[in-house]
């Protein structure tokens, strides 16, 4: 049984890398599980979902995982390396203890923004927070103010009225003018708890052991005021979660994990989903696709890679692996022509990669024309022939050019 990892929450990569009999465990630093999705209290566009909240949403991947044998291991990721084969790749976690496997699935997503504002971080759990569905019940009829008017922004402070006195928040924009998307405004217009200070900004969270009030900012006129508040939700956006990872794996200027169409990293056997990754749309329905394309990856790649392994890098007797396409007439005839010589040559394994379901191993040989024949001996390349004639195929068998 081969064996994986993947890291964070992605449970849709779990439950394919069980059913395609890989060995699967997902590292995740929290204690719960669920990352951002597990702080929302409203989930409406996941098919087949009319509505839940986040956590139950997520209590059921875990659910769908662990039926397939996801084994789940606490611990936070600080580094990842590949080792000399360049196929078993290690993974390093804070409190020192390292894991080895073959293929690493990164789901480890975005965390809330941090403004740097003097008080947000001494008042951090002490009034100013960054989930409405995991302290919303702190602010039972208390006046509390969100920083930041993106569709996060927005659609939490309409659920914090639901409990809360009154809801203020602070736009940087112009009077009407939110980053949200038309539904939410609408909402959040609609809703005679929320008020709005627009072209500002917050420069200071102020209290005396709890918070107590913010020193507002007009960014056109430069005026400040003091506004009470009993706490300070902060969505400004976030940040990919990459830091572990930035000195091997390519990353966009913004710190998001670039990757192919198959969700692989410039690391062969390294993947990654959601929204650690560069791409248009952060959701959880996004998130599972990635994580779906990612799972059936890393089990091909894997088997692929064991193959390979095994049958041309381990073997004890030559090899001469084919790089070809079964659509192509010259690299069928060629395999045939070969197959036909291994009688004379019974000590010679064939070995055919497939280039179009292989390319991986193309780009690592640098086969750049097909057929292409590639004779190994005790895992090294001594030979290679590039689009060979009928006569040249003896030197392939004998290892030399003549
Ligand atoms: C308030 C809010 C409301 C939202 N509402 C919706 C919505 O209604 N519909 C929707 O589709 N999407 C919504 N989203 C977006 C959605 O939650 C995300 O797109 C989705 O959670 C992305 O999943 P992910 O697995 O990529 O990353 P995340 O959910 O960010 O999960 C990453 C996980 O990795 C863990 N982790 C990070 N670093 C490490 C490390 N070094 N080692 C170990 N573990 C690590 C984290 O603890 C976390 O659990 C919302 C997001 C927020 C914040």
């Given amino acids: 049984m081969s064996s994986s990892s993947e890291v964070a929450r992605g449970a849709v990569c779990g439950d394919l890398c069980s059913q395609g009999r890989m060995k699967t465990l997902l590292i995740e630093e929290k204690r719960k599980m669920g990352g951002q999705c597990a702080t929302t209290s409203e989930l409406e566009n996941y098919p087949g979902i009319i509505e839940d909240t986040g956590p139950g949403l997520m209590e059921r991947f875990r659910s769908h995982a662990e039926k397939f044998g996801v084994e789940f291991e606490r611990g936070r990721v600080a580094g990842i390396e590949v080792g000399d084969d360049g196929f078993h790749k ?25 403004l740097g504002i003097p008080g947000e971080k001494e008042f951090r759990g002490q009034g100013v927070s960054y989930c409405a569905t995991c302290d919303a019940d702190f602010y039972e009829e208390l006046d509390v103010v969100v920083v930041g008017s993106g569709n996060t922004a927005v659609e939490e402070s309409v659920f914090l009225t639901k409990v809360v006195n009154k809801v203020t928040m602070i736009v940087v924009h112009d009077e009407g003018k939110l980053d949200a998307d038309r539904v939410a405004q609408e ?52 940040v990919p979660q990459t830091g572990f990872a930035k000195d091997l794996i390519e990353l966009n200027g913004a710190g998001y994990i670039k990757t192919d169409d198959k969700q692989q990293t410039n690391i062969p056997g390294i993947f990654a989903v959601g929204d650690v990754t560069d791409k248009f749309l952060r959701q959880v329905v996004t998130a599972a696709g990635d994580g779906a394309v990612a799972a059936v990856a890393a089990n091909g790649y894997v088997e692929q890679e064991e193959y390979w392994q095994q049958q041309v ?48 191993l193309a780009d690592r040989y640098e ?3 097909i057929p292409a024949v590639l004779r190994f001996e005790q895992g090294q390349e001594q030979l290679r022939l590039v689009q060979p004639g009928a006569v040249e195929l003896n030197q392939l068998f004998q290892g030399s050019k003549s």
């Fill in 313 to 360: 890098l381990k073997s004890q007797t030559p090899v001469l692996a084919v790089f070809w396409s079964p659509l192509e007439g010259d690299s069928v005839q060629l395999i045939q022509s070969l197959e036909e010589m291994t009688i004379a040559y019974p000590d010679h394994r064939i070995v055919t990669v497939d280039t179009y379901k292989n390319q991986m």
């Fill in 187 to 238: 909402q959040a217009f609609a809703n005679d708890k929320i008020e709005f200070v627009w072209n500002s900004t917050v420069d200071a969270i102020e209290g005396d052991g709890l918070v107590n009030g913010v020193r507002l900012r007009n960014i056109k006129t430069g005026e400040t005021q003091q506004l009470a508040t009993d706490g300070v939700f902060m969505f400004v956006g976030t």
């Fill in 90 to 114: 290690e993974i390093r976690l804070a409190d020192e203890r390292t894991l080895r496997t073959k293929s690493i699935i990164i789901a480890t997503g975005a965390a809330p923004r941090i």
């Fill in 367 to 369: 086969v750049q024309e």
